[in-house]
């Protein structure tokens, strides 16, 4: 089950939208349930009571509470939920990418386009409904993937850092990267001690990664290469 919301302050293709959307579910048998919202005010605030979106369809130009806003805030509250922003002027193209939309749909839609860039998104949020199953003193847990942030090397340890809490386990970071790219799960190694959720990744400088956290951590000369070969290859589906 996909957990949609489509917020536009056009009421009109709102309801166009969560039709097509539900057309598409059906097409292509994938269960969804469409919320929809003509404020971003008001999503923002469905989201901060606990309400949980695998995708939203955000309209850039909103009376109330414009687009860029409503994601700047939605990103503070939850960093995995993909955005993808709609708009009637492609010129705001340039502005949007700050907050990682995985997506961009020019008005009028083009219900082909709109049908590629949703199945493809449907991919990434199922490759990302994976668990990351790890044993530490004689414990077991399970993480889901997309909570991870980052794993650290110190030592004998890995240290898992996710959106709330640390974990440890005793493994090396190839055995982990083996694991979470047959869960197609999207981390980079960068270093010898730091394998991260590119998810979470802000910024990609030329000798460290920005974090979505603030936290910075190095690339290293022997990683930097395929970290780079990675970055371009899942740069759209951020």
Not at 68 to 81: F, G, H, M, S, Y
Request: hydrophobic share 40%; glycine share 6%.
């Amino acid at each position: 089950m996909l957990d949609i919301a489509v917020c536009d302050d056009d009421a009109g293709f709102v309801r166009y939208l969560s039709n097509l959307l539900y057309k598409l579910g059906e097409d292509h048998g994938i269960a969804m349930e469409v919320e929809s919202f003509r404020d971003g005010r008001l999503l923002v605030e469905r989201i901060r009571q606990g309400r949980r979106f695998d995708l939203i369809y955000l309209d850039i130009q909103m009376k109330e509470m414009g687009g860029l806003e409503t994601a700047k805030k939605i990103r503070e509250l939850d960093w995995t939920v993909q955005l993808v922003y709609i708009t009637s002027y492609e010129k705001y193209m340039k502005q949007v990418f700050a907050e990682a939309p995985i997506g961009f749909l020019v008005k009028p839609l083009k219900e082909d386009e709109m049908e590629r860039t949703f199945l493809h998104i449907v991919k990434v949020i199922g490759d990302q409904g994976a668990f990351y199953r790890f044993r530490y003193n004689r414990e077991e847990y399970k993480l889901p993937v997309r909570d991870i942030l980052y794993f650290e090397k110190q030592l004998r340890k890995i240290y898992i850092i996710s959106v709330s809490e640390r974990y440890c386990e005793y493994r090396s970071l190839e055995e982990i990267k083996a694991d979470l790219d047959k869960k197609k799960a999207r981390f980079l190694r960068i270093h010898k001690s730091y394998l991260v959720n590119f998810q979470y990744i802000t910024q990609f400088g030329s000798a460290e990664v920005k974090m979505h956290d603030g936290k910075i951590l190095p690339i290293s000369r022997s990683y930097k290469n395929e970290a780079v070969e990675q970055m371009k290859k899942l740069a759209w589906t951020r």
